[in-house]
């Protein structure tokens, strides 16, 4: 029996969270994940009903770019009618914004880095084949430490193309917040070899903007006495 294919936006996982950094970079804060379609079958198997060994190294393995994270207070929720598949749970990450002089070094996406880049194959003979599309949507609200400040607000970023679409952008929520978006939608389809180089480019792109840092400095008071 042929089963329905699921649409893009049907395969998804939504992330939020809010987190805070102190001067010394260290990240704790509390995430949340839900995973529907083609996701919430590729989560379940790993996370439902396994250990906490095994949910420990699926994690590590999911954010391997993560030094020393820890979590805790895991609750997962398989909803099975509806297909969607939920984890919510505390994480600390020492160390994770880096100290340049007095400066902190930060990447805002913190928790779905796409890091994939296709091979380069300089004369490909078949053509590209995306089987299932997918939706990637997160949200991150983010205390920054007291005495820091964004100096300057990166502009928002657009890349649309053929094989799919990628945006994020970084707000400031009044003096010690910052909201960060992101959105990936990569599209099913089927395309001539001669787009394959296009599609790496897009990937590159998407890599290159999931690991983009912002710069948080001090702020100093010149108030005369």
């Known amino acids: ?4 294919k699921s649409r893009e936006v ?5 992330t939020e969270s809010t987190f805070s950094l102190d001067a010394e970079g260290n ?4 995430l949340g994940i839900v995973c529907k ?3 919430y079958n590729y989560r379940m198997h790993h996370l439902d009903g396994t250990s906490q060994k095994d949910r420990e190294r699926y994690y590590k393995n999911a954010w391997s770019y993560l030094n020393d994270f820890s979590f805790s207070n895991l609750k997962l929720e398989n909803h099975k009618r509806d297909i969607r598949f939920t984890e ?10 880096s100290k340049v002089g007095g400066q902190l070094l930060v990447a805002p996406n913190a928790f779905n880095r ?22 990637d949507k997160d949200s991150y609200v ?20 053929k094989f799919g679409t990628y945006k994020n952008s970084i707000d ?14 990569i599209k099913e389809g089927r395309y001539p070899k001669e787009d394959y180089k296009a599609y790496r480019d897009f990937r590159k792109k998407v890599a290159r903007n999931d690991n983009a840092k912002i710069l948080l400095s001090p702020k100093f008071d010149f108030t005369v006495a």
């Open 88 to 97: 919510q749970m505390e994480v600390i990450v020492p160390h994770y914004a």
């Open 10 to 14: 049907e395969n998804s996982k939504y």
């Open 142 to 161: 983010i205390a920054i430490p007291e005495g820091f400040v964004l100096e300057q607000v990166p502009d928002p970023v657009v890349i649309e193309t």
């Open 114 to 135: 796409n890091t994939y880049v296709p091979d380069r194959i300089r004369s490909r003979k078949t053509e590209l084949v995306m089987q299932r599309g997918y939706l």
């Open 27 to 30: 990240l704790k804060g509390a």
């Open 172 to 185: 400031a929520l009044g003096e010690h917040k910052l909201r960060y978006k992101r959105e990936l939608l």
């Open 1 to 4: 029996v042929r089963t329905t």
């Open 37 to 39: 379609g083609s996701k």
